[in-house]
């Protein structure tokens, strides 16, 4: 899981706003993320992760213990349960329930990328970040 550590700053997104509209996020949020280019720093030990996410409106931390579930908040307040698990040295995925567009998210790196699929509502969303 060593590959997830460090800062990645943003390439490309595909779907975002689609994404966004699917899990109930409100036009204002969606409208401040048109032209955000967020920054992803991603801290990893044995059992547990620390990602945070700069950017997108605000910063949006989140301390995970692999195949633990915890809860959370998104920036629209609302709270949701997320587990994480490993998949390989080089993808990961987080299972989120308890909100109204349950979901999940696919962490992946491809070379010196770092992908980031996140699917809800019949939508999937597509980030790519490149390690810095």
Same mark, same amino acid.
Request: with cysteine; net charge negative; glycine share 8%.
């Given at each position: 899981?060593?590959?997830? !550590?460090?800062?990645?700053?943003? *390439?490309?997104?595909?779907?975002?706003?689609?994404?966004?509209?699917? /899990?109930?996020?409100?036009?204002?949020? $969606? !409208?401040?993320?048109?032209?955000?280019?967020? +920054?992803?720093? $991603?801290?990893?030990?044995?059992?547990?992760?620390?990602?945070?996410?700069?950017?997108?409106?605000?910063?949006?931390?989140?301390?995970?213990?692999?195949? *633990?579930?915890?809860?959370?908040?998104?920036?629209?307040?609302? +709270? #949701?349960?997320? =587990? $994480? @698990?490993?998949?390989?040295? =080089?993808?990961?995925? !987080?299972?989120? @329930?308890? +909100? !109204? +567009?349950?979901?999940?998210? /696919? #962490?992946?790196?491809?070379?010196?990328?770092?992908? *980031?699929?996140?699917?809800?509502?019949?939508?999937?969303?597509?980030? $790519?970040? *490149?390690?810095?």
């Amino acid at each position: 899981m060593s590959k997830f !550590a460090g800062t990645w700053k943003f *390439v490309s997104n595909e779907n975002l706003e689609e994404l966004l509209t699917a /899990i109930g996020m409100n036009e204002d949020f $969606i !409208a401040k993320s048109r032209d955000d280019k967020p +920054t992803m720093i $991603i801290a990893v030990s044995d059992n547990d992760i620390h990602m945070r996410t700069e950017g997108w409106t605000g910063n949006l931390d989140e301390n995970l213990t692999f195949d *633990v579930c915890s809860e959370h908040k998104l920036p629209s307040g609302e +709270t #949701y349960q997320v =587990t $994480i @698990t490993k998949e390989s040295d =080089t993808r990961m995925k !987080a299972v989120f @329930t308890g +909100t !109204a +567009t349950p979901g999940h998210t /696919i #962490y992946e790196i491809r070379g010196n990328e770092l992908h *980031v699929s996140t699917t809800a509502g019949g939508v999937t969303g597509k980030s $790519i970040f *490149v390690k810095s």
